[in-house]
């Protein structure tokens, strides 16, 4: 397959301005009969009607009601066509059935759905598919299926047909319809201007006691983008759908988002703490897709974070503001260290703005998403709160109805703020994570820090030129107090000093407070001034990062036979722990290991190989160790953390019961289960089952409860797809792969379902020391299964294949493994253009 390439770029020949389609609904022979006014485009530079599409069977096609013959080109067909507005018409024939893909018109558990994004709409009909064509649609669906939707608002309806019309121009991408046995909560939202508009939460009957924290977490997105903001919602109606069988989490189409039922269905019962919160920030970005991607959408898919960077630091905005600010921002830079740090430090590198693809549909990454909402982030730290809403501001009155670039958003802050962002702009175009080193001087009251940043070659990008990095500082005197508040340094240069004057001692700095960047901080310090600041610091951030500091220095030590400062990191431990002013979610994330795949990480950035095995040894070492000496702290704290009142999902309860099952874990390992066992038989939410059920895997002592659990939940999917993955992700190394290969063949497991595969793979991608078994057991497991979820799906395959991408870490044995079973799934006949990029790119 041949890659696109962003210099490539050139207008649509026609633009569109009217679409009307008509379904007829059935299930293996669905017609789709679209009329559609193209004219031609003055911008462009060519004259060739050219229109996608893949896998349709044509019944028939005219240019003005005149039959005409296309021809058959790569990707779609040509016609010719006058130079001059014309109607086009065609009607197709599609197999919704038969798609396994989920992308395009499918069924999932019986009903009619879409996903069009990236590039799904081709499958459904004849169609210049491509973001910078938006058009207003009219769309009448014909069937026998009890609820018959689509995008817009509803503007006619008889017996067995709907009709919506959609007046807002969007691109194809933007489409939805959903057709089956559904109902709906329903409520309604008056908005700034007083317009009221009628809400709709669609599931199959059954689900209906999972929509009510939906529901309030889509009220609360409608007021908190109309107050931070200022953007009002602009159709009638506003409706989600959830759907079992679903490739991503969410889909934004417009007025109609489809929704994971994992994404967006939960309760108390079946859904843990993590889900509400998850739940909530979907809900919250799906929502502010309205403006930020749909309103103004991308002119091509190279300008993909255009949107999703944007709308992902918007969620974040509303969780934090729903939430704790500093919980929600560990959890966030743990996310991205966790997946964007691991996806640019490997061979799947790439840029924010990308400039060329094979398959897009691989370019839904953390980079994309997350390193693009880092880069809006600093954005607003550079301009300022104020410099940020006035250049969002003009991008929204300049940009409203437009497919637009990751420059018109660059040039709206110039415009807006007077500043230059040439340097700026590389961080959309260098890969990498830009290594930031500190050195310090003292003398006689002046303190200097002087940083260095460095970022390392990745594919196709040998040398990077400096970026713009805010350093936020702030100076913490002898006795922990705050000499300095915090201060954002400009980073311009490869190497820079800045002087702190007037300093009667000296201070000890916090670095990169809040991550301000998102850059790897190298400076060394000593285990005493990590205490120090996870004992003083003010921010935050920064005093949860001193302890995940210590700890992983901890863990380094005791695999590389090097300083181990265990001591300084249990004491520091408890004295954190024992600070009751601190919010209980906080010291949970203090508790919390630093995950194996991290350390691997950390020991090879210190050109070390990293042993699996030794690293999970060393953290149950570590494990047992801070049991043993927190434990006459626990029965205290345990108490405190309980909950008296009724469960509700909402941070200041959830954070005691995070730091409740923390605390649990540290017992399991002195009570051998016991006390997991009875929280497990009183537990009256999934929160405390599922923490439960997690300890006793641990202590081995979870058959009976694995067996009630199943019988209990064997009905409910989302329940169930727990009870996979946590069998997988707290199995020992030894038997990961054979825990696999059980689960594979309860009769309740499918490849089918997204989820559900991803319940069993996922995690044990996610179980290092079972996955990277010496034996590469693991590895050719994987492989097996991938290459026979090729043909059902190729973006779950491809995606699921990023569990090989740090392969180049491990050892020249592991690695020998790993490259047989990635040349083994590329040499697999009919591979997917997804997986065979994505295992090219791996594989190198
Ligand atoms: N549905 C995905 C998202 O919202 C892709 N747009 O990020
Ligand atoms: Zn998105």
Redesign the pocket.
């Known amino acids: 397959p041949q890659p696109i390439y962003l210099s490539d770029y050139t207008p649509p020949e026609y633009l569109v301005d009217q679409v009307e389609l008509t379904f007829r609904l059935a299930p293996s022979a669905t017609r789709v009969i679209s009329k559609i006014r193209f004219r031609p485009n003055p911008e462009a530079v060519s004259k060739r009607f050219f229109l996608h599409g893949e896998g349709l069977a044509t019944i028939s096609s005219t240019i003005d009601g005149a039959p005409v013959t296309p021809r058959e080109v790569e990707g779609g067909i040509e016609v010719d066509a006058p130079d001059a507005p014309f109607t086009w018409e065609a009607e197709v024939e599609i197999d919704p059935k038969a798609n396994t893909a989920l992308e395009g018109l499918y069924m999932s558990n019986g009903m009619y759905c879409t996903q069009c994004?990236a590039e799904g709409f081709r499958k459904i009909t004849w169609y210049p598919d491509r973001p910078d064509v938006m058009a207003p649609f009219t769309v009448r669906i014909e069937g026998d299926e009890p609820v018959m939707l689509s995008n817009g608002n509803p503007t006619a309806s008889g017996d067995g047909w709907r009709e919506w019309t959609d007046p807002w121009p969007k691109p194809a991408y933007l489409f939805a319809l959903v057709a089956g046995d559904l109902v709906a909560r329903e409520d309604s939202f008056t908005t700034m201007s007083g317009k009221h508009v009628d809400l709709r939460l669609w599931v199959r009957p059954g689900d209906e006691g999972k929509t009510a924290f939906g529901m309030e977490a889509l009220k609360k997105s409608m007021k908190w983008d109309e107050e931070v903001y200022g953007r009002e919602y602009d159709l009638d109606i506003f409706q989600i759908v959830a759907v079992s069988d679903f490739n991503?989490?969410?889909?934004?189409n417009k007025g109609l988002n489809i929704f994971n039922t994992s994404a967006v269905l939960c309760s108390p019962e079946t859904s843990t703490d993590a889900n509400f919160e998850r739940i909530e920030a979907i809900i919250a970005?799906?929502y502010f897709?309205n403006w930020t991607?749909n309103r103004i959408t991308c002119r091509d898919w190279f300008q993909l974070s255009l949107?999703?960077g944007l709308?992902v630091f918007r969620d974040q905005q509303f969780s934090a503001d729903m939430r704790s600010p500093s919980v929600c921002r560990i959890s966030d830079v743990l996310s991205l260290r966790g997946r964007q740090f691991r996806e640019d430090n490997g061979p799947l590198a790439h840029q924010v703005q990308p400039d060329s693809f094979v398959e897009i549909n691989n370019f839904?990454t953390a980079t994309i998403?997350e390193k693009g909402a880092e880069v809006i982030r600093m954005l607003k730290t550079l301009v300022g709160d104020d410099g940020y809403r006035k250049a969002l501001d003009l991008y929204f009155e300049r940009h409203d109805g437009q497919a637009c670039t990751i420059d018109d958003w660059l040039k709206v802050f110039e415009d807006a703020t007077g500043r230059d962002l040439s340097q700026f702009r590389r961080w959309y175009k260098q890969a990498g994570t830009p290594r930031l080193k500190v050195t310090e001087t003292w003398d006689d009251g002046t303190y200097q820090l002087t940083f260095t940043q460095t970022t390392p070659p990745t594919p196709g990008q040998a040398v990077k030129e400096p970026q713009v990095i805010p350093i936020a500082v702030g100076l913490l005197g002898p006795n922990g107090d705050e000499v300095r508040e915090t201060q954002v340094l400009e980073m311009t240069e490869g190497t820079q000093t800045f002087t702190f004057e007037g300093l009667s001692a000296r201070p000890v700095p916090s670095i990169l407070r809040g991550f301000s960047a998102p850059v790897i901080v190298e400076r060394e310090t000593t285990p005493d001034e990590r205490a120090f600041l996870l004992a003083h610091d003010t921010d935050e951030f920064n005093r949860w990062e001193a302890g995940r500091s210590l700890a992983k220095e901890v863990l380094t030590g005791m695999i590389t036979g090097g300083d181990a400062p265990q001591a300084a990191y249990l004491d520091a431990l408890a004295t954190m722990l024992r600070d009751d002013s601190a919010d209980p979610a906080f010291r949970a994330l203090a508790l919390q290991m630093p995950g194996e795949d991290d350390i691997a990480q950390t020991l090879f950035d210190a050109g070390m190989t990293p042993d699996p095995d030794a690293i999970h040894e060393a953290c149950e070492t570590l494990k047992q160790a801070r049991a043993e000496y927190l434990q006459d702290l626990l029965p205290r704290l345990s108490a405190d953390m309980t909950v008296s009142e009724p469960f509700e999902p909402n941070a200041e309860q959830a954070g005691k019961r995070a730091l409740g099952l923390q605390l649990l874990k540290l017992a399991t390992r002195l009570d051998g289960g016991k006390a997991a066992q009875a929280q497990y038989e009183a537990a009256d939410n999934m929160t405390h089952s599922l923490g439960a059920l997690a300890c006793l895997l641990d202590a081995g002592k979870a058959d009976a409860a694995l067996a009630e659990f199943r019988e209990r939940w064997k009905n409910d999917a989302l329940v169930m797809d727990k009870w996979f993955m946590l069998q997988v992700s707290h199995a020992a190394p030894a038997e990961a792969a054979a825990t696999v290969e059980r689960l594979t063949k309860d009769p309740a497991f499918t490849m089918k379902n997204p989820n559900r595969f991803r319940s069993v793979f996922g995690a044990f991608a996610g179980n290092p020391a079972g996955f990277h078994q010496k034996d590469g057991s693991g590895y050719a497991l994987l492989a097996d299964w991938l290459i026979r979820l090729d043909p059902i799906n190729p973006q779950i395959t491809a995606r699921m294949s990023g569990a090989f991408e740090t392969w180049k870490r491990y050892d020249a044995d592991r690695q020998d493994l790993i490259a047989g079973e990635l040349d083994r799934i590329l040499a697999t006949p009919g591979l997917s253009r997804d997986t065979a990029e994505m295992v090219g790119r791996i594989r190198g």
């Open positions: 994004e991503m989490g969410a889909m934004e970005h799906e897709h991607g949107k999703e709308t839904y998403y």
